[in-house]
């Protein structure tokens, strides 16, 4: 089955910018998107179709694309960004299904 | 302003059944896609199953198939699961989240509704 694969956890300073990575074979032919989760609530969509940003995200939220690697970068991290971030695509290749990465915990140091 | 509210979890006995809800409003609940997903205690995301705005089209996970049957009441704006044969490894939050017909995101959830099942 497909797997999206993404580092347990990623440390910044505020105000630095973070990169967090999401690895899949069907990557390059499927959109990624973008979903933050903090702690007793639920996900939020902060970024759709690897790079589309909602309304209502702040502009420091952008997404990019490259191969089999989709990237959220949050720059000028703020405190209120501490949370979990899952990227999530889907398998259409046979009978459809969505897939979530398993989830990197973004800390702010 | 759209709203998704789950209700139905609660504590079942493995073998057992539960039936969720979703109350959704703020949107055209029959031109939506639905979907649950759910969290287990302390881990990550699982996408558990699909409807479409009709009805017509189903999916489930490989995890849950033939045990849980998911349906909607468009007259109600309703979106439901029915789970069967629960396990120990069903315990989790279960989200309603809506579609977006063209993409395959999740662009509102509900706050979630806790299943645990254990005797």
């Known amino acids: 089955s497909y797997e999206l694969t993404q580092p347990p956890s990623v440390s910044v300073s505020p105000g630095q910018t973070a990169r967090i990575t999401c690895s899949g074979d069907a990557l390059p032919k499927q959109y990624a998107y973008w979903y933050q989760q903090k702690p007793g609530q639920a996900p939020v969509l902060v970024i759709y179709k690897d790079s589309e940003r909602p309304s209502g995200i702040p502009e420091r939220f952008s997404g990019s694309s490259s191969g089999t690697t989709v990237t959220l970068t949050i720059s000028g991290v703020q405190a209120e960004d501490e949370a979990d971030y899952y990227c999530?695509?889907?398998?259409?290749?046979?009978?459809?299904?969505?897939?979530f990465g398993g989830g990197t915990k973004l800390t702010v140091l | 302003e759209v709203q998704l509210v789950e209700s139905g979890g609660g504590l079942v006995q493995p073998g057992g059944s539960l039936r969720l809800s979703c109350a959704a409003s703020g949107f055209t609940f029959s031109s939506y896609e639905m979907n649950w997903v759910r969290q287990a205690p302390g881990k990550g995301l699982e996408w558990v199953s699909y409807?479409?705005?009709?009805?017509?089209?189903?999916y489930y996970a490989d995890s849950v198939k033939g045990r849980f049957t998911i349906s909607r009441d468009n007259a109600k704006n309703s979106l439901y699961l029915q789970m069967n044969s629960l396990r120990a490894e069903d315990t989790a939050v279960y989200y309603c989240?809506?579609?977006?017909?063209?993409?395959?995101?999740?662009?509102?959830w509900g706050q979630g509704t806790l299943v645990t099942v254990s005797s």
């Open positions: 989240a809506r579609g977006d017909s063209g993409s395959y995101q999740f662009d509102y």
């Open positions: 999530q695509s889907a398998d259409s290749s046979g009978t459809l299904y969505w897939v």
């Open positions: 409807i479409s705005s009709s009805g017509s089209t189903i």
